[in-house]
């Protein structure tokens, strides 16, 4: 049987050699509007490795349509470096697009030298925490122009189409929604008026770029805003723009910014969206793509074999691995690295105002810097940890012509890779250890587990370089009562060695914390096989499902000394994080210091009061130390050695992978 992935596909009459597209995604790589080398060279890799299509993106229609960060295409100064990205794309075999967009009221004043941002309505924007003017008519007029001239900017450039954003809360969502529109001229009120800005958009990229040109809108199948748009409405804007004869394709998104559902992030199920795109394709004759958690080929060939879409848009997938379609191609998927979801390289750079990285590929953003070659004078390289980093680091090593040695002082590769897949909704953790760890396996490593490593153990190995990457333990409260029957470490909870009470109590609440407190908390409650079950067959109404999807058999809280949880969690994960602490009813205390674990619960001072919380359970999650037996006895040997990860500094998974990387790159 043909694999779904790799048929052709046509959008108007442009022809695409499979059914992977990379969405548009802001990389902040940008320089004042001004497509960059590290741009091309970021989109150069991705089209190697073997994507059907690449929409690039968003670019700006207009001098308040974004931030110079953004790539731009309204002015023609900016065409030659986007001619120059479209010949990168198309040199390395695949299909090009730009994404058009206007944020509206998502516009920071700060980007427009304190300039007023625009919308349909001055109706305040969350995101920014700012009010936006209203729109003149004539104003209108002069976008919808702006944005066909940046089309044609596009079509010039040598792009093999354009995409027109209408979704996610900017411009184009702001005419839809009544939330932000409440206009009393022709475009606003019924849905009819609503709907005419983005048609008129659409009409006029149409009337400048010919009809052959391909045009794909990238609109949501669902706002997920209260009192929003939802599916039929955006249906029936879909039905209207293929009607009109305007629009070649979809890209299916949900959700805008403001919305309080979770769409990015690792707790969200690969493809759960993609029932959006299922419905776009029943009612409608041109290509659909399906878009959000889809990082797995298997998930990918799932959704278009069984007609849920035509192809499946793989944006953070390709960030991650950029290889992952020539993987897939030759029979290699075993060997892909699948995002995890995390946020923490790519969306948290960007409220950083930094480039995107990522957390599973430590070249992504700095394809520029890093160099293929193999090394001139290979070296005998010991790498001390099988964690997250001690992988990285062994297989950047032998990349660059090492010969590289793997110790592991436990039975199996990951190290704590498993403890962050431990809470509910991280199990892509998971997947990241064991896709390291049959690269490791794959690869001319020689890897040796249930070894611990001493320093005469590692002289008789006699390396000429060592990297340390032995990880972390955890930090233990200096606390009376620590040593009670009833107290257990979070890492003991969350890998299920220890078991709690019904009432718990949890000592520190950043992100270990935090974790553990919502791993308690899905204890008791319906896991999601009988929650189907239970639903397809009526066993119990939908609400009373709902509850007992949420509430759980445990009492818990989380006691901490400062004023806020959750503190070294990234912002693209925090507020989710804090949702479902709220939705299972977990208790904070801030501002509360533990004195003592007693048989009744745990002493506190709780802002000059002092209070027992009653507990028959009580977790240390005091977060983690560096573990680094090795480094002193190794110098006072003259070994060379460097450390790496969590046994140099206790940081972010991110920080783990990234600083075994760069400890090997240096040899």
């Known amino acids: 049987?043909?694999?779904?992935?790799?048929?052709?596909?046509?959008?108007?009459?442009?022809?695409?050699?499979?059914?992977?597209?990379?969405?548009?995604?802001?990389?902040?790589?940008?320089?004042?509007?001004?497509?960059?080398?590290?741009?091309?060279?970021?989109?150069?890799?991705?089209?190697?490795?073997?994507?059907?299509?690449?929409?690039?993106?968003?670019?700006?229609?207009?001098?308040?349509?974004?931030?110079?960060?953004?790539?731009?295409?309204?002015?023609?100064?900016?065409?030659?470096?986007?001619?120059?990205?479209?010949?990168?794309?198309?040199?390395?075999?695949?299909?090009?697009?730009?994404?058009?967009?206007?944020?509206?009221?998502?516009?920071?004043?700060?980007?427009?030298?304190?300039?007023?941002?625009?919308?349909?309505?001055?109706?305040?924007?969350?995101?920014?925490?700012?009010?936006?003017?209203a729109l003149e008519n004539d104003e209108i007029a002069e976008i919808i122009d702006s944005f066909s001239e940046a089309a044609l900017r596009v079509q010039k450039a040598g792009f093999d189409a354009v995409e027109v954003l209408c979704g996610t809360g900017y411009l184009i969502s702001e005419f839809l929604s009544p939330l932000t529109n409440e206009r009393e001229d022709e475009y606003g009120g019924s849905l009819e008026n609503r709907m005419r800005f983005g048609l008129e958009v659409v009409d006029s990229i149409r009337s400048k770029t010919g009809a052959d040109f391909p045009i794909i809108v990238r609109m949501n199948g669902n706002d997920l805003m209260k009192d929003g748009l939802g599916r039929q409405e955006l249906q029936e804007f879909a039905r209207r723009l293929v009607d009109q004869g305007n629009v070649d394709a979809f890209c299916v998104n949900v959700g805008w910014h403001e919305a309080s559902v979770p769409q990015i992030t690792t707790s969200v199920p690969r493809a759960a969206f993609a029932y959006l795109a299922r419905e776009l394709k029943q009612a409608l004759n041109v290509p659909i793509i399906a878009s959000h958690r889809i990082n797995d080929t298997h998930v990918a060939r799932d959704q278009i074999s069984s007609n849920v879409c035509d192809m499946v848009a793989m944006g953070r997938s390709l960030i991650a691995d950029p290889n992952l379609p020539q993987k897939a191609h030759e029979g290699r998927d075993k060997e892909i690295t699948h995002c995890v979801a995390c946020a923490q390289g790519c969306f948290d750079n960007l409220f950083k105002l930094k480039h995107v990285e990522c957390l599973c590929n430590p070249r992504a953003g700095h394809e520029l810097e890093i160099s293929d070659q193999k090394t001139s004078s290979p070296q005998k390289v010991l790498v001390v940890g099988g964690g997250p980093s001690g992988m990285t680091a062994a297989l950047r090593a032998c990349e660059k012509g090492h010969s590289v040695k793997l110790w592991e002082k436990k039975e199996s590769l990951g190290g704590q890779l498993y403890l962050a897949a431990a809470p509910p909704g991280r199990e892509e953790f998971s997947a990241l250890a064991q896709d390291l760890a049959t690269q490791v396996l794959n690869s001319e490593v020689e890897v040796v587990l249930n070894q611990e490593a001493t320093a005469e153990e590692v002289r008789k190995e006699n390396p000429d370089q060592v990297i340390l990457t032995t990880g972390a333990k955890p930090l233990t409260f200096n606390i009376p009562g620590a040593d009670t029957a009833h107290v257990c470490q979070a890492w003991d909870v969350l890998l299920d060695k220890a078991y709690t009470g019904q009432n718990v109590a949890i000592i520190g609440g950043g992100a270990v914390g935090v974790e553990t407190a919502l791993q308690q908390a899905e204890k008791g409650t319906i896991p999601g096989d009988a929650l189907k079950f239970l639903l397809v067959n009526n066993v119990e109404e939908c609400g009373h499902l709902a509850e007992m999807a949420l509430k759980g058999t445990k009492n818990i809280v989380i006691l901490e000394m400062l004023e806020k949880i959750g503190q070294d969690i990234g912002k693209s994960t925090k507020w989710t994080m804090m949702q479902d602490l709220n939705m299972h009813g977990v208790q904070t205390m801030t501002k509360t210091k533990a004195l003592e674990i007693t048989e009744q619960g745990v002493k506190v001072d709780r802002e000059g009061t002092e209070e027992i919380i009653p507990a028959d359970s009580v977790i240390l999650a005091a977060g983690s130390t560096s573990y680094n037996p090795l480094q002193s006895e190794l110098n006072d040997k003259g070994i060379n050695c460097i450390v790496a990860g969590d046994a140099n500094q206790v940081g972010l998974a991110f920080d783990a992978i990234h600083q075994g990387f760069a400890a090997a790159d240096k040899i």
Not at 57 to 70: I, M, P, R
Not at 73 to 86: M, N, R, S, V, Y
Not at 99 to 113: E, I, K, P, T, V
Request: aromatic content about 8%.
């Open 1 to 133: 049987m043909q694999d779904p992935l790799f048929q052709p596909i046509s959008i108007n009459n442009l022809q695409i050699k499979n059914r992977i597209y990379m969405p548009a995604m802001h990389m902040g790589m940008a320089d004042n509007f001004h497509v960059t080398e590290q741009l091309k060279a970021f989109y150069r890799e991705r089209a190697r490795g073997g994507a059907g299509m690449i929409t690039v993106g968003y670019a700006t229609v207009d001098d308040k349509s974004g931030s110079t960060l953004n790539i731009g295409a309204h002015k023609d100064e900016f065409i030659p470096g986007l001619a120059e990205l479209a010949q990168t794309i198309k040199d390395n075999g695949a299909k090009s697009a730009v994404q058009l967009n206007h944020a509206g009221r998502y516009n920071f004043s700060f980007f427009m030298d304190g300039q007023q941002s625009v919308a349909p309505s001055a109706k305040p924007s969350k995101l920014t925490k700012e009010t936006p003017r």
